[in-house]
């Protein structure tokens, strides 16, 4: 399975897709959240493991 995020911002612009190289969806989660506390106009890390959404990880 491929896990990937869709990171949602603060400014215009489409929801930015990234792939993940978790094979959990923890690992997943946690991966997330580290992409997003690189992206500083990121809100959300959205996770989805194919077409599953998988959980949401919000901005400290």
């Known amino acids: 399975m491929a896990f ?3 990171l949602e911002t603060d400014i215009l612009e ?6 993940l190289g978790a094979e959990t ?14 992206r500083p106009h990121a809100l959300k890390a959205h996770v989805f493991e194919d077409a599953t959404a ?4 919000h901005r400290p």
């Open 4 to 6: 990937f995020v869709f």
């Open 14 to 19: 489409p929801p930015r897709r990234e792939p």
């Open 25 to 38: 969806r923890e690992d997943a989660l946690e991966e997330a959240a580290a992409v997003l506390a690189l």
């Open 54 to 57: 998988v959980g949401t990880v």
